[in-house]
């Protein structure tokens, strides 16, 4: 009886006159076609916030060595890698913070605080005059990027239950996208004085600051997102108790409760409990973390050793040839995501997505150091056939992490829950540009190693972190929730 009184109950909550989240339960009750609007709005918000995070990598190498802080040629990957990290450490120390704001006062205001910070931040590091001022700039980038946590809660609250696959893999997509376009803009924009001497002189605001142009783009687009978020629906639900109907007397209430907590046990106890308590929750998150921190390595890595010379086993790519392999991967995995990943989500279930994407990466992932090797034609094709498929199992595997983490929460939570889910995978990411820096000017200083010499090195240590990954995604470590 009291099961049947809170269903009563929650059902009347759902179309509670006051609350902006009902109203929007009520539209997806009423809506019934594909949710195109729905994805536009979570598509533009999340790509916005995944462009500055590798929009510096193709020129970073460039960077470094304009501040003049790297003695050697060598040393340039140790200073990118703590740029790079500034980001993620300053995402990790707040992200918790703003999942909780997020659950008490709503997504549209940290959706919008998030944005406004994009056009700030990332315009003043386009400014930096010097390495402090890079890693200050990103620091505070970070610390105010409260948007992906956020609209994971967001997309899975606003898409109708049939299209919860769908909603995530909009997540993941944008924001593989975006550190697909974010590299390919930083190297057709970055140096524009230098590429471009027709549109821009060396006098110019661009020409004085060689990598301000695609951080302005990325900033001017941030602030168009901003615009646009003031017409986005709140999802969240906050009934105000003086709101209740007058039959909904707090005896009946407690009662209820009491009848609850009796039939339910020591489970109603634990689904009150602490998150960190909710081991389908961290199992996930923790696979999620080893997956985001080979990504996170991946891109940094990759863009370093396309922009190294031959003779240290790179590509010697300029700007250009980079942003043209990763606009083509781009557009990839906009298809496949689109098209195939909710498909194969349905005929596999998350967890073996994720499993069969990450067992794919490693043979491709040894490829590279020879792909470095061919020449011509040939070598464009192998590389841009590998980035592809690199990207779009990378994304694919995150996807459904991304699914299994808001299953295992109530709404109520789930604000909370993606911030500490962003805490912990920034913890990773700040680990990881830094490390991939350092283990990338290591493998520059043995080339002629007998084990694993130069970048041989390198993409078996990415190897490993995919390993250990698809690894947790067994029983009995990674849990799933029957919610």
């Not at 009150?272 to 909710?278: E, F, R, T």
Request: glycine share 8%; aromatic share 12%; charged share 15%.
């Amino acid at each position: 009886m009291a099961e049947e009184y809170k269903e009563a109950l929650l059902e009347k909550q759902t179309y509670h006159e006051g609350c902006p989240g009902c109203k929007v339960e009520q539209m997806k009750q009423l809506r019934r076609g594909y949710p195109y609007l729905e994805l536009t709005f979570v598509w533009i918000i999340v790509l916005s916030t995944s462009l500055p995070i590798s929009s510096l990598y193709p020129f970073l190498y460039y960077m470094i060595e304009d501040f003049g802080v790297a003695k050697t040629e060598k040393d340039i990957g140790f200073y990118a890698g703590f740029i790079a990290c500034s980001f993620m450490l300053g995402r990790a120390m707040t992200s918790v913070f703003w999942g909780i704001v997020a659950d008490r006062y709503g997504r549209k205001p940290i959706i919008l605080l998030g944005t406004i910070s994009i056009a700030v931040f990332n315009a003043l590091f386009g400014l930096s005059l010097n390495f402090w001022m890079a890693i200050g700039t990103r620091f505070l980038l970070g610390s105010f990027n409260c948007l992906l946590g956020t609209m994971k809660a967001y997309a899975s609250e606003i898409f109708r239950d049939e299209y919860q696959a769908t909603a995530m893999s909009a997540v993941s997509t944008a924001w593989g996208i975006g550190l697909i376009i974010g590299p390919a803009l930083g190297g057709f924009l970055a140096q524009p004085a230098d590429k471009y001497p027709n549109v821009f002189s060396k006098e110019s605001l661009f020409g004085r600051f060689r990598y301000a142009l695609p951080c302005f783009t990325i900033s001017a687009f941030a602030l168009v997102v901003t615009v646009l978020c003031c017409f986005i629906p709140e999802t969240l639900h906050n009934h105000k108790q003086d709101n209740t109907s007058h039959d909904d007397s707090y005896e009946v209430l407690e009662a209820a409760a009491r009848d609850s907590t009796a039939s339910t046990g020591n489970k109603g106890k634990a689904s009150q409990g602490s998150l960190l308590k909710n081991w389908p929750l961290m199992s996930s998150i923790i696979v999620y973390c080893v997956l985001c921190l080979h990504d996170t390595a991946y891109s940094e890595i990759f863009a370093l050793w396309a922009n190294s010379p031959k003779k240290y086993g790179g590509l010697n790519y300029s700007t250009n040839d980079v942003g043209t392999v990763l606009t083509i991967s781009g557009l990839g995995l906009f298809c496949f995501q689109v098209f195939v990943y909710p498909l194969a989500e349905r005929l596999l279930g998350p967890v073996m997505v994720t499993r069969y994407a990450g067992a794919l990466m490693i043979p491709l992932q040894m490829s590279y150091p020879f792909i470095a090797n061919l020449s011509g034609l040939s070598q464009s094709l192998m590389l841009n056939c590998a980035s592809i498929l690199i990207n779009v199992l990378s994304v694919s595997a995150i996807t459904g992490l991304l699914i299994l983490q808001n299953k295992a929460v109530d709404q109520r939570q789930r604000g909370a829950a993606n911030g500490i889910a962003m805490t912990a995978m920034s913890l990773f990411k700040t680990v990881g540009p830094a490390g991939a820096g350092i283990l990338f000017s290591l493998s520059e200083r043995r080339l002629n190693a007998s084990f694993l010499p130069g970048s041989h090195m390198v993409f078996f240590v990415l190897n490993v972190i995919v390993l250990v990954g698809v690894a947790l995604t067994f029983k009995p470590f990674l849990k799933t929730s029957r919610r």
